[in-house]
């Protein structure tokens, strides 16, 4: 299966860093169909960039984003809006995230309209439909995002992030910012999601347990390079490299009951 | 003697909704515990609420007794002495705690000059000391630095230092290494264990993740909605939870570490 | 082991929680827009009375120089004998009008300007920023009369040049509160949900900055009804026969000891009207800001 979002060899440095001083350097990978990936890396790995260039948000400094086996032109509106219809967000914060002055039904319709994809009945259709499918009434759609739940606003925008029947979801430490309790649902969710509608997903995350639980595969980053990769059990299992072997080690682990 | 003693702890919003609801519990010297609970549940106002340190409009009620002094009610003058001294505490975020103007070095000489009574040389050793004592490798250059010049796991261990500086007797750390990256967390838990145990320092470990909790602490109070929900030894909280809350939260954590130790055998054997 | 209990237990985490209300705050709040819109109301009233009905003309000096108040003329008259009353509710008209004009003229430059700087952000924010500065550090009236004497004074003039004045504060707080907006992730996910810069703006930026603007604009009205009344009272506002307050100050001026109720009446019509807009615009900003019917 050809992979539908990938990076080939980018390099990333930011304007007024010293030269030589990449924040991402030379990552190459794939986001292929059903093999949900997860991104793992501690703070200053460059995780962040990675996934602001994998949103079309940042231009690589060198290399390139492919889309469906096309370079990624951010100055074609044509293909980005095609880009944007199949590969969408959750992002980390629940708060933030949401727009607190606009009601939840237009948040989560704000794909629909921004990229043509129905208007009016249709479109409110569509809304219902995806937060439905996060378990949320669709009733909820004339209420404020200050009215629910950190664990609520997360489904929310995970709604918003389906709504346009993406191929991939990008998500950014999607369950970090939740309580334990609504984290586990949370991923539960993203899980059912990913086999219901055909969607693959894409977790950048610290918390190497979140990972376990959603990613076939991983990839995990330290100072903007990709030090380890490949199927979850692997890398989890028979790491090669001491960072990975370190990071795993210092998950905090339950007591054996 | 007990050193804490809290009894029927009620505190209460300005909105006048109460957010801790009838806690009672009690600390021996040396003694650990561990406050569970997710956001809202109250164990960070708790915690606040022994040291006398809830944020204007917050209001306690019921006893809490430290050292032998009241708290509940107390004024200032009566809770200064008990800071630094008898009970100390570590914040989530240590950039607030630590004041960004000042050089780190001159933060943590103000309350080991004020409890050990030093100057000088004498005084700028001893913070040199506190400093190697958290595992900070090269201390001078630490001393000169300003918070936002180095890093959170390094922020953190200084605010340990402060907290320790003046040998408290009780220890409360809300959420130390929530902010923290998973690795770094890993090595200031350990300094953290360390130092209380060759202290014989009391501890109250707040932090809504279980397995983080039970690296420090054998038994645990779980706090929901305000109220102290179940209290036992951590395992028998995972192995025979009797509250349904306790049952969901033991469950969806082990869930997590569920699937995270499946991929480390699938990975092992395949 | 999940059982149903720990299903509902589950879900019982997962509640609503009720908009809890602080009472107190509430009424506060209704009783500043009230107040508020009473003495605003006044003043419009007043106003748009003058327009359909004036007790006597204008230009009507038939009275006696300086009368008391008295059944004829309700607050006597002034030192031409024109009928106090009247020039007062003519004054409401160009208070309001030039205040209303003034902040229309402030607010359509200063918030293009400020949102412009808001998103360019690096060198053209930082040439934007410097040119507002400089624009803030000139003392408002002295700018605004810089304007009227080159473009001749008149109550357009007059109103233009006092907008142009403010536009620089409201461009500087238009940016920055921008800038904290765009820092916000909701942008970035409108950005990912296809939203392009101009619907950025218009559905996302705008609505949440209009609550510290609309306040700031607010209290640039006062400050422009007051810079109009500096402006005639220097006599360098709208040329006679205009009864600005402003104006009717400068008037009274020589006679106050004498005939005090000329200096005191335009006087109190103008602290009724800035305060009273300062009030209606805090508690409209407070009833439309749907996050505080939530109290922390």
Known sequence: MSAILGLEDVSYAYRGSHPGQLAVEGVSLDVVPGQNLG?????????????????????????RVIFDGAPLDLRDRGQVRHFRRSVQTVFQDPYSSLDPRQRVG??????????????GRAAEKMVAEALESVGLSAAVVSHYPHEFSGGQRQRIAIARAIVSRPRVLLADEPVSALDVITRSQVITLLAELGSRRDLTVLMVSHDLGVVGALCERTVVLKAGRIVEEGPTPQVFGDPSEPYTRQLLSAVPRLPQV | MNLLEVASLEVTSPDGVARVKDVSFTVAPGERIGLIGESGSGKSLTAFAIIGLLPSGVTAAGSIVLDGTQVVGAPEKHLVPLRGRVCAFIFQEPLTALDPLMKLGRQLAEPIARHQGLRGAELRRAVLEALEEVRLSDPERMAESRSYEISGGQRQRVAIAMALACRPQLLIADEPTTALDVTVQSEVLTLLDRLVADRGMALIFVSHDLAVVSRMTDHAIVMRAGEAVERGSIAQLLAAPKHPYTAAFAESARRIEADFAA???QGRDG | MSTIDDREALAQVDLLEPPSLNARARRRRSLVLVAGLLLVGTIVLVALVSLAWL??????TSGSRLEAPSLAHLLGTDRLGRDLLTQIMVGARIALVVGLGAVAVGAAIGVPVGLAAAFAGGWVDDAMSAAMDILIAFPLLLLAMLIVAVTGASLLTVTVAIGISVSAVVARLTRVVAKRVLAQQYITAARTSGTGSLGIVWQHVLPNIWPTISVNLGLLFGIAVLAEASLSYLGLGAPPPNSSWGRLLQEAQSTVMTAPLGAIAPGVFLVILVIGVNLLVDGLRDVSDPTLARAR
């Open chain 3, 55 to 60: 007790p006597y003309e204008p230009s009507d």
């Open chain 1, 39 to 63: 991104l793992v890396g501690e703070s200053g790995s460059g995780k962040t960039t990675l996934l602001r260039m994998l949103l079309g948000l940042l231009r690589p400094t060198s290399g």
């Open chain 1, 106 to 119: 237009r948040i989560v319709g704000e794909p629909v309209r921004s990229l043509r994809i129905a208007s």
């Open chain 2, 263 to 265: 991929a480390i055998d």
